[in-house]
């Protein structure tokens, strides 16, 4: 099951949504459905003409390669069948001017014949044309006819190059010929590819790999055992030609290969060494929703570097860049907290005790509310907390407030854990932030709130300690007792919300939470109450 | 199975990749394993940061759009997992400068918290930070935590061309919260994705697509029956709030969907009429493997267009552009070969009705010998197509062989169809062209062979026709007993090679071939040695 509509419609409806948005540098012939010819739109034939193609499915090539440095035309035959001489002809007559039209074909015997008679009819016609053909692939030591696969980029983009830059047509065709034989490639897949209609064969087992497959979904040479991204790299590589000094590799994914991977076996090629230059990793010249990669090389002459790297508009061509070692900066200083200097405030001192008293004291009830709705743990998780607290009072900055609400934070984050951890560690952070700015306690304690609520996304009536915590600070300017009134009402009304907004409760079914009081809230009100009671 | 080595370095080998391949573009933090964060390299601090991240398995995003332009750090957790509060702060220290630093995080609750504490503590050690939460997601309508999604990057793209341009960071922020409700995001798609190290979930039937799933592979709020590309863009398009005016689409590929079917996709956006201006399609914000599409669409506010815009020179960036009205252009002239004027030329009829007679007599000898490695058609294949020629030559214009040539080229091949009949009209095209040019008949006919040596590939010794033509028409200056006797020669040697390196036979056994000559060959040597004896 594949995104299209008509399989007989595949092939036009793709290239008309390619130009679409092209934001209008692309256009088409008026020949669908027999004559499939992309093209630049406005293109003046003032400078010589660069036509590829062949069979879909495997774009972005050509299509996706039409445009300023690249192709002038791409001519598009149905999923993996050439074109016909009328359409590659429509192609060269279409883009080509007094400098001439230079045909870059793939070594496959559909394509050479095509496009070879396209390039005669064009010739008599009186229009300069010379047709270089690809065989990049390697796969095949043994047969004479290697096809031609991702390799053939390299020759759009540096012919494209040559072409922008006004070149003429006798030197492009030379430069391209005496770039072919320098490309080779070589591909591995863990599955085959989808062709449109058809099922996928299931050609390759688990737990095996195929090395120089092809791009139409044509067997490899053999399959092997796959052990990992660095072996197969390793493998690919140990089937290119050795490296005659300056090389680039284009990483090519076939079509269904996860950036993740790409990234991945990219890392494998630079560390086998096997270039100095990538372009890619990209979809370049894919085979349908192949779940495979190819490597291309290219050994650079004076001069194509800059060919290559020189910018192109089309979103598809990925550029070309220095395959380097990461560079790895240190760590900046801060990440660690720095520990609080103690001192010693009694009131402060009495008033944190009693909260983590209460909420000890507080442990099983909370337990059996969560259990309600949770998995009841909140009372072990608070106690757990509050316990270690008192621990560790002696070493809190029990005099500056400033310095006591961070600590807490961060001492409540390591304690407690998980989401409930970091919500107090960003509310008393916030809290000492808004001292520090010389908020009075109150409204620091209001200024960590609304950070808890802005970060978390929480807001009162969902069902969460807000429902307590929010009115006590409201009220706290009035009193203890005021702000324990205002609490303990929050906390009681959060058992008439049926519908948990935030928080683990959302989950859970309606009649599970009616009648229970949320437990953060609970535990809330029991300590302004307590602190207002002692 | 998947292209990855260890499981628990997969991030950071991806990371690493990236790196590599960024041409000394990126950088990252020394805190491997725990604390993975991409950065710009050689960052100056001296405009704000843009700090974003979160849980891999969506790549591009983030690490693939830091860069000038857009993000200044990417703080990457494991597969599907939010970052830690460490790892963020890392990140944020590490690039922000006295101009602070914008944290956009996708709203999930991990992701807020961790980011969000991490906020606090870079906020205590002296940072100005703002985070902005986006929750583009329409496909849950009553949930009231919306999840972030691909149009997240709206967000990365439009505050980082304000930030590359100097903006300060109270300004990029306001921007942000005034984007961010104007972004809505559905997805559809036709499968799960592949967490590495687990088995792929089979949730969606065979025939059904998903709506409104979730980028970490949640389930989406219904199964709906696939009725194509078109059907699936009209469902999406139907949940996304109706345009406020001008409106940009962002088609972004959840992974493996391929780009023949991103741009049928596209082409039904389009056609939807959905929006004015389009980002991608790409792979942008992924769930690792999944095969489905996500639109997120924009509302754009006065200067948002230009800040979309803004070139970036990240590769995974693929820009904004109009969707517009494919533009076609008329097809060219000459595509339909001119119907030569007939001309008479006695002797020339006598040699061509001879030739016909001769391959018409040879039919069942070379339908015998191409069943030994073929199909067992060649001389059918010829005998009708003489016999076509017969009943047509006075229409041929038998006094110009400038003319003749092609014009025999063109109705073989129209006559023979496939591969042969290309061949003999990309032969006589190239011979008529040398006839132009003032070579005689042998020189014409050699340069027709040329000619089909370059685009077919094939050479003397690959078990072709090409072992007789090309020894007769060597000899042919000599007179036609000579080209005769060469045709002949090389036509029985071909019975000899057992190894074909081009055509058909290059499929058959080795056994099969031995001691039975080329059928085309053979028909070469019969020609001339009739026209030889006649």
Known sequence: MQFINDKADLVIEAIDGLIAASGGALARLDGYPHIKVATRAGWDRSKVALVSGGGSGHEPAHAGFVGPGMLTAAVCGEVFASPSVEAVLAGILAVTGEPGCLLIVKNYTGDRLNFGLAAERARALGKSVEMVVVDDDVALPDLPQARGVAGTLFVHKIAGAMAEQGAPLAEIAAKARDVIPRIASIGKSLSTCTVPGSPREDRIPAGKAELGLGIHGEPGVEQIDFAGADSAVATMAGRLPPSGGERVVL???????????????????????????????????????????????????????????????????????????????????????????????????????????????????????????????????????????????????????????PALGNALSQTMGG???????????????????????????????????????????????????APALDALPQGLPAAALAAREGADATARITRAKAGRAAYVPEANLSGHADPGAEAVARVFEGLAGA
Chains 1, 2 share one sequence.
């Open 251 to 405: 990483i090519n994914d076939l079509g269904a290969t996860t950036p993740l991977e790409l990234s991945v076996l990219t890392r494998a090629v630079h560390r086998a060494g096997i270039a100095g230059h990538v372009i890619g990793p990209a979809r370049l010249m894919t085979s349908l929703d192949m779940h495979g990669v190819s490597l291309s090389v290219l050994d650079l002459a004076p001069g194509e570097a800059e060919l290559l790297a020189a910018p192109v508009p089309m979103p598809a061509w990925p550029g070309l860049a220095a395959l380097t070692e990461p560079r790895v900066d240190p760590l900046p200083d801060g990440l660690t907290p720095i520990e609080p200097i103690p001192s010693e405030n009694q009131r402060t001192r009495a008033v944190l005790t009693a909260i983590c008293d209460l909420l000890i004291a507080a442990e099983a009830d909370l337990n059996a509310l969560d259990a309600k709705s949770g998995d009841g743990d909140t009372g072990s998780t608070l106690a757990t907390a509050a316990r270690a607290l008192k621990r560790d009072i002696d070493r809190m900055p029990l005099a500056d407030l400033t310095q006591l609400f």
């Open 419 to 469: 989401s409930s951890g970091v919500i107090l560690a960003i509310y008393f952070n916030a809290a000492g932030d808004a001292c520090a700015s010389g908020a009075s306690v109150p409204d620091a304690l209001r200024a960590g709130l609304a950070r808890v609520m802005e970060v978390g996304g929480a807001r009162p009536g969902d069902r969460t300690m807000i429902d307590a915590l």
